[in-house]
Structures are given as structure tokens and as C-alpha cells.
């Protein structure tokens, strides 16, 4: 049984979010992909970048057999790592040591606007811990700017996240932000990209 997952927002989103990464992925060592959801973009990251090792997570056993599923239909198996099982509200990040040792990059792509604040906070404290300096986190979807909307479509989207849980929501990047700073980082780079999204780089200091 064929037990890949297709997102179609990811089958959009991957070629945009791919020219980023060739401007700030590490030359080698791991990637570590938090709430991979059905694997499109672990798969299709791994293919475009061999000389790094793309590591998928996601707490929902449905998405990690997709992303199984997404690395056999790939031929992957002998490069990337099976997904693991990870929240990222639950710390500390039980990593192997081998993670642990070359990891150089974490991204979060869709993520924290469709989580409670505090999964946004525990991103950044299990960052700082896990990454060496200047390595990076990336997060991408929509973000609030100065406190306002970027468009009338995200505070119809916003507004549709909180009608579901009122715990979620478009996030201030002012706000994400200060938890960065509060947790060693700095906001290294913005990138405005397609649909009313950005690409968010923060590197350890």
C-alpha cells in the first residue's frame, strides 16, 4: 500500500523555499527538519543537496510512514535517515548522538502560526541548545510585520486558524524575534517570498 501523503501547498511552496537554502545550507553535516508533515520537501531537499543529510521529524505516526514511504519512492534509503519521532513542545529533543555531533542547520517550514506560543518558544530554547555558533535556524510561512497583516488574505487566515483553536495564529515577527534574542540568536536575514510568506534566518551568537 502506497502510504505517501501529498500537500499541495508543499508541491507549491519547495522550489522557492529551495533558493533560499542554496544561499545559507551548510556545505555538509545535518539538516534537521522539525514537523516534516508528509515528507515532499525531506525528500526533495535531500536530492537537491547530497552532501548534506536531511533529517525529517513529526510527533504524527501518519506523517512519519508518508515520509517512509516518500524516501523509498525516492530511492533514499541508503542516504537519508528514517523520520523520527519528535514534538517539539516536549524537551529536552531525545536526538542520537550522531545528530547531535554534525548537526548545523534546523528548519521549520508551516509550523508555528498552526501551534501554541509555547511550541514557538521551546523551537528556539532546544535551537540554542542543539546548535553550535552560527549555525542557523530557518523558519518559513506568514508573519505579522510591525504588528499589522501583509495582506487581507493572512488576517483571513489568521482569523481561520483562531476560529479552530484560539491558540493559534499569524505570529508577530517582532515577537518571534524577541524569543530569538532571548535565546541567543539574531535575526540575520528576511525574505520576502510568493503567496505572503517569508523565509526567517536566525543565526547563533
Request: hydrophobic share 35%; net charge neutral; proline share 5%.
Amino acid at each position: 500500500m502506497d502510504e505517501r501523503l501529498f500537500f499541495p501547498a508543499t508541491h507549491r511552496n519547495s522550489p522557492f523555499i529551495e533558493k533560499v537554502l542554496h544561499k545559507f545550507l551548510p556545505q555538509e553535516g545535518f539538516v534537521l527538519e522539525i514537523a516534516s508533515g508528509s515528507g515532499e520537501h525531506g525528500v526533495t531537499f535531500q536530492r537537491c543537496f547530497p552532501r548534506i543529510t536531511w533529517q525529517t521529524s513529526d510527533p504524527e505516526l501518519l506523517h512519519r510512514k508518508s515520509i517512509s514511504a516518500w524516501i523509498r519512492h525516492q530511492g533514499l534509503e541508503e542516504k537519508m535517515p528514517q523520520p523520527i519521532d519528535l514534538d517539539v513542545d516536549k524537551k529536552p529533543w531525545d536526538l542520537i548522538p550522531e545528530i547531535k555531533l554534525n548537526l548545523r542547520f534546523i528548519i521549520c517550514i508551516n509550523l508555528i502560526h498552526i501551534s501554541q506560543w509555547s511550541c514557538t518558544q521551546s523551537l528556539f530554547e532546544e535551537s540554542r541548545n542543539k546548535l553550535k555558533k552560527e549555525d542557523s535556524l530557518m523558519l518559513y510561512g506568514p508573519f505579522k510585520i510591525n504588528g499589522e497583516h501583509t495582506s487581507s488574505s493572512n488576517d483571513l487566515f489568521d482569523r481561520s486558524l483562531k476560529s479552530r483553536n484560539k491558540k493559534w495564529g499569524v505570529r508577530d515577527l517582532d515577537e518571534v524575534d524577541s524569543v530569538a534574542r532571548t535565546n541567543g540568536f539574531e535575526k540575520f536575514e528576511v525574505i520576502e517570498m510568493p503567496a505572503n510568506n517569508f523565509s526567517v534566518i536566525f543565526r547563533k551568537i
